[in-house]
Each structure stands twice: as C-alpha cells, then as structure tokens.
C-alpha cells in the first residue's frame, strides 16, 4: 500500500524494519532527518536498538565498525564533509570485511561550501571497498536498503555498502512510497548471522598490520568479493522481486534503449528527468534511450557493454569531476565500451545542487549527436 | 501533470503548506509530489515550495517553472519576487491580499483569486499565519483537491483544538472563495 512520506522518513522507516541492533551517527545536512527519526524510534522503544551519540562522523563509523566486530547488525548514515571525515574508518571497515550499511544524502564537497547536492561524496570514496548502490526515487532508496544488508552480511561478500540518494532532490521530497511490514521485512531479511565476532573467550584480531608478504592479498581478497557481489546483488534483487514486486535484479536497467541510436547513461534521481525528457524526444521522432547504473561499485563493465551494444552515441551525465580527468562514470563507462566502436562522451553535471530541467537533457542529447562532449554543461560563461 | 509553485516568506509555512496540499491530492486518489527550493532558510526571506499532480507516477525532478497554478502567501513579495513568472496560459493565482484591486502584473490568460487570508486566520487561529487558510482557497479556486481530504491532511499535522481551528479557516476560504469561482 502506498503512503505518502517524505523521503528520510521512508529511509528512516525501512531501517528499523532491519532491525539494525546499534546505530551511531552525526546529524548533517541534508541526512538530518534520517538520523532525528532513528533517534525518536530508539527513544519510543519502538526499535530494540543502541543509539550512540557521538562528536563526529569519523566516531560515528568508528563505533559502527567496532559494534559490527562484535557481531552487531549496524546502521550509519552521512554525506558531504561527514563521509570525508569518515574516510579512514571506511577502508578499515572494508578491509575488516564489516557489512555495515550507511546511508549517504549525496551532497557536494567544500570548498566552497555547499549543502546541495551532487554525487562527488561517495563518488570520492569509490576505491575505499565499499558497495555502492543508487537510487532513482524514494522507493529505490528505502527497498535497496533491506537489499544492501541482504548482499553485505552474504558471507561469501562481508563487505560494507553506501546506499546513496540525492540530498534534498529525494531526501527532503514528500511522494508515495510503499513501505513493506515488519514481517514481510523480516520474512526476506533473516536475523544477522556474523560469520565471526570479536569474543572474550575466543580471541582473534582484526585490520592488523599485514607486511608486504600479506598485504596485497587482503586487496586481492576484497576485489574478489566486490566481483562476488555482482551475483549476490542480482540474486538478492530477484528476490526481493518475487517478494514485493518491485524488481532489483538488474545492476543496470535500460529505458526505451531498444531501438536507441543515443544512450544517455545516469545515476540516481536524474533518471526520473532523463525518462521525461526521453518521452518528449521520442514523440519527435528521437530514437533516444537511457541506461541507469543501479550498483557503481561493484561496477557493471560488462553489463554496460552489453546494453549498449547497439547504439553509435553515448552521453554520460555525472554528477562529480574527477579533477583533471572528467567524470568518474564517464571514464568507467567509455572503459567498459573500449572497441565498441560507439561515440562517448561525458557531461559534468548539476554540480553543487544547479537544477536540471528536461530541456538540459535534451540539449545534451543534441551535443552529443553533433560530436560535442567532454565538457561542463551550463557553465555560467558570465561569471568566469 | 499540473503542477503549483508556492510563494513565500520563510516562516509562513510554504513548505508546510506544499506538504499538505500534496498529502491530500494523494488521499484523493491522484500521485503528488512535494518539495521545498532547498535552501539555507530565514525567516523573513522569499522562499518557494512546489507540489506536482499527475494520473502517473512523477518521475520528474526539476523544480518548477511553467506552473499552472501559484499561491502567493505574502502580498509585499509582489515586486520583489516576480511571482507570476511563466506561469500557463489558463493559469490560475490564488493571492492572499485585502485589496482585489491589487496593483500587479497579472500575465494574460491568467486567473487570479485574491482573499485576505490574513484577517481569516488572525480571526481563527490568532496569527498571522495564512498557509492553511490559502489550502481552502487553492482547493476551491482549482479542484485538485477536495475539502475533505484537504481537514484530513490538516487534522494529520495539528491535534485538538488547534486542528478544528485549522480547518475551520481553510473551510471560510473554501466557502469565500468557491462562492467567486
């Protein structure tokens, strides 16, 4: 049944349906109403778990990890200079194998300051080991949630996962959302089984010091389990799909791609515009399509590759710069399509929370089919 | 899809009222979408919120600018803030003012419904605070939404007495206004 929410709140809702047993986190704009609600539900009783308060986000994850050692489901949430601040403690979780999840309300990164939101954040801490899955609107958002904690405490993965949502975009937006009950919830998400805990009696370490005869192993061994998570994420998906109806088996998902000469490739809520945008093209005859990339680390190459196939001109919207060298999913992608013999081309986009209007993608679709690309759009020329 | 841009000052409830709007398109049967123009807000400030309708699922995430309805909270922003920008042809404004008279560049083609929303709620809730009261005149002046869901959605944020005085200013509105359209 769908209810009208905000989109924190629903994120806020399907946590507790997970039953998560310890939750630290720092309240920043624009996640703070995720974290008030968690608050409020462990303060009513209405969640059996330990809230810890704590002076900073790098605290916040560190007790996350530690709980998470001792054989605790856990539960953060971030964005912006928190998840920066965080930095170190995520790729100690990673190489720990902790399978926490955390929510990030993609925001941008200072300086300058901004609260508004673009993908660079999570972006940033794309080689930290961590899954990251994002969501097109408010209902992606809160279902990847029960999904990221099924694919992490998997024990042929034990890794941590970013489930990302535009801040303010989805975060602070009130739309229908269908919340599944707690036993439907606990029907598809068993209890968290660790495969090992920090225990008195039975002592063992965890992220000590590897030499170099070791340390690459523990990269190695990482790398294999985000390729694992490839499987795990379709299986979980599917599902989740046969549950609830909502199909997640996918780690891309193609729009009226079939017949595309131009594939706009995405992440997140720019998807929903891109889709509107590509309705009105396709009414002028526009043989355009869009390819959204739900899972970005793992990052489906070959998915990618074979969605694509059949199109000669892509355009790559991100929502970050990789300083110096272009989008992050753009160079990801024209990897993945090297000998494709397609056109690609990225487009640095929406930075710091600029607003994307149908009308921009469709001007992005046109530059790209006149052989225009890897550049920043709407550039305020004026003012440089 | 209609869609509503939402004209304010921070602290009169813009965000509120976009909120409440939309929760009652929903309970009505139809898919709503609300959201503020994030910002760092301060009372006093323009400030705008925007709500979507549609039969379908709102995939659209861009903010509003080809509104076909507005609702202006604060008759000093006129000449402030152009309130009537691209608004629709057949476009209808609901603007709170005690003069009907009031001096503004209404586009052509535009309809315009002016209630001193003001003086209601002064007279019902004791302030000066207008966004419930202007629900009442949006629903009468535009039928996206219906009284009943409308107390509804009012009822679901305040409690008491301050929920039955809520309602009673939106249903003034309603009544005041739905008698002009």
């Known amino acids: 049944m769908l209810e009208f929410m905000e989109g924190s709140h629903a994120v806020a809702e399907i946590v507790k349906r997970c039953r998560p047993q310890v939750i630290a986190a720092y309240p920043i704009t624009p996640q703070t109403h995720i974290v008030e609600d968690l608050a409020q539900m462990v303060a009513n009783c209405e969640i059996d778990a330990e809230y810890i308060t704590v002076e900073s986000e790098f605290s916040a994850l560190s007790a996350c990890l530690g709980a998470s050692a001792a054989g605790s489901r856990v539960y953060s949430a971030t964005t912006s200079q928190g998840l920066a601040l965080m930095f170190e403690v995520c790729f100690n979780a990673a190489g720990m194998r902790q399978p926490i999840v955390m929510t990030i309300a993609n925001r941008s990164l200072g300086a300058p300051l901004s609260i508004w939101n673009d993908q660079q954040d999570s972006i940033s801490l794309r080689d930290s080991g961590w899954l990251q899955f994002y969501a097109e609107d408010n209902q992606e958002a809160a279902d990847l949630h029960m999904i990221a904690y099924k694919v992490c405490e998997d024990h042929d993965i034990l890794l941590p996962a970013f489930v990302c949502f535009d801040g303010f975009i989805l975060t602070h937006t009130y739309e229908p959302v269908a919340l599944p009950t707690q036993e439907e919830v606990d029907a598809y998400l068993p209890a968290f089984s660790p495969y090992q805990r920090l225990d008195a009696a039975n002592p063992l370490s965890l992220g000590m010091y590897a030499t170099p005869e070791y340390y690459m192993e523990f990269r190695y061994e990482v790398d294999r389990a985000m390729e694992r998570a490839k499987q795990a994420f379709i299986k979980a998906g599917r599902e989740f799909g046969e549950q609830f109806g909502r199909d997640y088996s996918a780690l891309v998902e193609g729009y009226r791609l079939e017949d595309a000469d131009t594939a706009l490739v995405a992440m997140g809520s720019i998807c929903g515009t891109a889709k509107d945008a590509i309705d009105e093209m396709r009414e002028h005859g526009r043989k355009v399509g869009l390819l959204k990339i739900r899972t970005y680390r793992p990052f489906p190459a070959q998915e990618i590759a074979d969605a694509l196939k059949d199109v000669s001109t892509v355009a790559v919207l991100d929502k970050n710069i990789s300083l110096g060298n272009g989008g992050a999913v753009g160079i990801e992608v024209k990897t993945a399509l090297y000998g494709s013999g397609a056109a690609v081309y990225d487009y640095i986009i929406a930075l710091g929370g600029r607003d994307v209007r149908k009308k921009d993608i469709a001007a992005i679709v046109d530059l790209a089919e006149k052989g225009k690309g890897d550049m920043f759009y709407g550039l305020r020329t004026e003012v440089l | 899809m209609r869609e509503l841009r939402i004209h304010g000052r921070g602290g009169q409830g813009s965000v509120t009222a976009a909120e409440l709007i939309a929760f009652a398109a929903f309970e009505g049967g139809v898919y709503a979408q609300a959201f503020p123009a994030f910002g760092v807000e301060r009372r006093g400030a323009p400030v705008q919120a925007f709500v979507r309708f549609s039969d379908e699922k709102i995939r659209l995430r861009s903010q509003i600018y080809e509104p076909d309805y507005i609702i202006v909270q604060d008759p000093t ?75 509804h959605a009012l009822r679901s944020r305040f409690s008491g007495s301050m929920a039955d005085k809520n309602v009673k200013a939106a249903e003034r509105a309603y009544n005041q206004v739905g008698g002009a359209a």
């Open chain 2, 77 to 151: 922003l006129i000449g402030d803030v152009d309130v009537f920008k691209g608004m629709k042809e057949g476009g209808i404004a609901i603007v709170n003012t005690e003069k009907p008279d009031f001096d503004s560049r209404v586009p052509e083609g535009v309809r315009v419904y002016t209630i001193d929303a003001t003086t209601i709620a002064l007279e019902e809730l004791g302030v000066p605070i207008t966004n419930t009261t202007l629900m009442g005149a949006f629903a009468a002046a535009t039928g996206e939404i219906k009284l009943e869901p409308l107390a």
